[in-house]
């Protein structure tokens, strides 16, 4: 590795540049075997070595954990909140101070990059690096490159890419993102197509890209072609993972039931390189559920509680939710006990889990408890957790318990959305509150302004209705008003104010205007209202 010279010969060396030719550029790399994409560092070791001459015009990388002389993370990331320039030019600008580039701290702040969601200015990176005259990035660069590609310019381009790589390091790790998303647009065409491809190339080693064509069967309904999959597995010597097995024991119990699927489970008992986990044991679980085999599924789940390891929540809350859909609570309470001694934060999308399962089981003292036991240790109130208990209440008619807790999260600062007011304007409805529903739909009228939400036409109709029973059709037409403000108006609401406006003996020629304004196709009851009035000016 050559360092860069010092800052103070920068300037003299870009003079030099200009009158004197390029020195050719010579680029090395070892590359350690043994490879695993699932891995956020790559073995892979390589470096530019680049002629003096030309080391303050081209990025010298190296396989350290720091660049040097500086904050280079820190840059990029202000860069990218201010929106101001480029993420590209800071990477510039910073070799361009004689500075050297490590390949690991890039790699770092990618993936800090996408975990806020910033997909672009991580893809910019990865372009930079493929063209700072390096021939061979990491299978993991090829792969987020691929993945970045298809989250910030879609399938189409990430097609391209995959088609302008030529070696087999960078087609393997690429295709697989590519494949990925063929699977979660549930195109069973290109998906197949694609794996014919990379099958003739020799780029399916792997049990992943056979995995992702069984959840695409999965998704799309398609069980019977999962066995052809495992089929193609063995004879090609691929072996079959945790997932694959999950993934054939679930097409199994849909296509031929619980012994097909206990089938598939003894030979993956059978198998000494499969660690059988708590997830094939909660999908055995789930099959005996949908057979009804309710003992069955129960003993199954007990089972894989002894499986979970104490790392991460996420196992605790899957198997609450199994519990909670086979109507078992102590199952439910043991399980949200036992996860508590998980060494991190609850989260609020764990509190969420476990309130809703008590909700559903109808456990409302328990949900009580649990949800003062979030409110005791959360430092933002999130609206959607007070919402599970809000609901709860108003579906159990305990309309008083659900205003007042609506008043408390006002009091302690939630923020009420959309949701919020669906809950309410139902609750409301249902205890025949019409006054306080109609206030709470306004109300979340109003958030259109920052919320995409659309209340259920039932409730619509419900209020017209409403005005109807009471005669009141100056407020029907203020509210239809409304909801044509915002396109909720439909069929049902024009009906009911029809039959208003022809009790009163009054043509409603200008409200069937309305409703064809709107696009709304008449039925044989609007329809022989508009004879009707026709005829009569006839």
């Given at each position: 590795?050559?360092?860069?010279?010092?800052?103070?010969?920068?300037?003299?060396?870009?003079?030099?540049?200009?009158?004197?030719?390029?020195?050719?550029?010579?680029?090395?790399?070892?590359?350690?075997?043994?490879?695993?994409?699932?891995?956020?560092?790559?073995?892979?070791?390589?470096?530019?070595?680049?002629?003096?001459?030309?080391?303050?015009?081209?990025?010298?990388?190296?396989?350290?954990?720091?660049?040097?002389?500086?904050?280079?993370?820190?840059?990029?990331?202000?860069?990218?909140?201010?929106?101001?320039?480029?993420?590209?030019?800071?990477?510039?600008?910073?070799?361009?101070?004689?500075?050297?580039?490590?390949?690991?701290?890039?790699?770092?702040?990618?993936?800090?990059?996408?975990?806020?969601?910033?997909?672009?200015?991580?893809?910019?990176?990865?372009?930079?690096?493929?063209?700072?005259?390096?021939?061979?990035?990491?299978?993991?660069?090829?792969?987020?490159?691929?993945?970045?590609?298809?989250?910030?310019?879609?399938?189409?381009?990430?097609?391209?890419?995959?088609?302008?790589?030529?070696?087999?390091?960078?087609?393997?790790?690429?295709?697989?993102?590519?494949?990925?998303?063929?699977?979660?647009?549930?195109?069973?065409?290109?998906?197949?197509?694609?794996?014919?491809?990379?099958?003739?190339?020799?780029?399916?080693?792997?049990?992943?890209?056979?995995?992702?064509?069984?959840?695409?069967?999965?998704?799309?309904?398609?069980?019977?072609?999962?066995?052809?999959?495992?089929?193609?597995?063995?004879?090609?010597?691929?072996?079959?993972?945790?997932?694959?097995?999950?993934?054939?024991?679930?097409?199994?119990?849909?296509?031929?039931?619980?012994?097909?699927?206990?089938?598939?489970?003894?030979?993956?008992?059978?198998?000494?390189?499969?660690?059988?986990?708590?997830?094939?044991?909660?999908?055995?679980?789930?099959?005996?559920?949908?057979?009804?085999?309710?003992?069955?599924?129960?003993?199954?789940?007990?089972?894989?509680?002894?499986?979970?390891?104490?790392?991460?929540?996420?196992?605790?809350?899957?198997?609450?939710?199994?519990?909670?859909?086979?109507?078992?609570?102590?199952?439910?309470?043991?399980?949200?006990?036992?996860?508590?001694?998980?060494?991190?934060?609850?989260?609020?999308?764990?509190?969420?889990?476990?309130?809703?399962?008590?909700?559903?089981?109808?456990?409302?003292?328990?949900?009580?408890?649990?949800?003062?036991?979030?409110?005791s240790q959360c430092r933002t109130y999130d609206i959607r957790v007070s919402n599970i208990l809000l609901g709860g209440y108003m579906r159990n008619g305990s309309v008083e318990k659900a205003e007042l807790l609506h008043y408390r999260t006002l009091e302690k600062g939630g923020c009420p959305n959309s949701k919020t007011w669906e809950i309410l304007v139902e609750g409301w409805i249902r205890s025949q509150q019409m006054d306080k529903a109609i206030d709470a739909l306004k109300s979340g009228l109003a958030s259109l302004k920052h919320y995409?939400?659309?209340?259920?036409?039932?409730?619509?109709?419900?209020?017209?209705?409403?005005?109807?029973?009471?005669?009141?059709?100056?407020?029907?037409?203020?509210?239809?008003?409304?909801?044509?403000?915002?396109?909720?108006?439909?069929?049902?609401?024009?009906?009911?104010?029809?039959?208003?406006?022809?009790?009163?003996?009054?043509?409603p020629l200008y409200i069937l205007e309305m409703m064809q304004n709107d696009g709304i196709d008449m039925d044989d009851e609007t329809s022989a209202i508009y004879a009707g009035i026709l005829h009569c000016e006839n």
């Amino acid at each position: 590795m050559i360092s860069p010279k010092p800052k103070q010969d920068t300037k003299s060396n870009k003079n030099t540049l200009r009158s004197v030719s390029k020195k050719s550029l010579k680029m090395q790399f070892k590359a350690a075997a043994g490879f695993n994409l699932s891995r956020f560092h790559s073995s892979w070791t390589w470096r530019f070595v680049l002629s003096q001459s030309y080391s303050t015009n081209k990025a010298t990388l190296i396989n350290g954990s720091y660049s040097g002389g500086g904050d280079l993370k820190k840059r990029i990331l202000k860069v990218v909140s201010s929106g101001v320039n480029p993420t590209r030019s800071v990477l510039e600008n910073w070799v361009d101070e004689g500075r050297r580039v490590c390949l690991n701290e890039l790699r770092v702040i990618i993936r800090q990059l996408m975990k806020r969601r910033r997909f672009g200015p991580a893809l910019e990176i990865l372009n930079w690096m493929e063209t700072q005259h390096c021939s061979q990035m990491s299978p993991y660069d090829y792969a987020r490159r691929q993945e970045l590609t298809v989250k910030e310019h879609g399938r189409i381009e990430a097609e391209r890419y995959f088609e302008s790589l030529t070696s087999t390091v960078s087609l393997k790790a690429a295709s697989l993102p590519l494949l990925h998303c063929y699977v979660e647009e549930r195109s069973t065409e290109k998906a197949e197509a694609f794996m014919l491809k990379i099958n003739k190339l020799g780029l399916a080693l792997s049990p992943h890209p056979f995995n992702e064509m069984m959840k695409l069967y999965k998704a799309t309904s398609q069980y019977q072609k999962v066995p052809s999959v495992i089929l193609q597995m063995k004879q090609n010597r691929i072996t079959l993972n945790v997932l694959s097995y999950n993934l054939w024991m679930d097409a199994c119990g849909e296509l031929s039931g619980v012994e097909s699927a206990e089938m598939v489970y003894k030979e993956m008992l059978s198998n000494q390189n499969v660690e059988v986990g708590w997830s094939s044991l909660a999908t055995l679980a789930n099959i005996y559920k949908k057979a009804g085999l309710t003992d069955k599924a129960v003993l199954a789940l007990k089972t894989a509680e002894k499986k979970i390891s104490n790392s991460n929540h996420y196992p605790y809350f899957f198997l609450i939710t199994q519990y909670a859909s086979l109507k078992n609570k102590d199952g439910v309470h043991r399980v949200w006990e036992a996860s508590k001694a998980v060494n991190s934060p609850i989260t609020c999308a764990n509190y969420m889990c476990i309130l809703s399962s008590l909700v559903k089981l109808g456990d409302m003292r328990e949900a009580e408890r649990t949800f003062v036991e979030w409110e005791s240790q959360c430092r933002t109130y999130d609206i959607r957790v007070s919402n599970i208990l809000l609901g709860g209440y108003m579906r159990n008619g305990s309309v008083e318990k659900a205003e007042l807790l609506h008043y408390r999260t006002l009091e302690k600062g939630g923020c009420p959305n959309s949701k919020t007011w669906e809950i309410l304007v139902e609750g409301w409805i249902r205890s025949q509150q019409m006054d306080k529903a109609i206030d709470a739909l306004k109300s979340g009228l109003a958030s259109l302004k920052h919320y995409e939400w659309r209340p259920s036409p039932s409730i619509a109709v419900a209020i017209s209705e409403y005005f109807e029973e009471t005669r009141n059709f100056e407020k029907a037409m203020e509210f239809l008003t409304t909801l044509r403000h915002f396109g909720l108006a439909n069929l049902q609401v024009y009906k009911s104010l029809l039959r208003m406006q022809t009790s009163r003996e009054e043509s409603p020629l200008y409200i069937l205007e309305m409703m064809q304004n709107d696009g709304i196709d008449m039925d044989d009851e609007t329809s022989a209202i508009y004879a009707g009035i026709l005829h009569c000016e006839n």
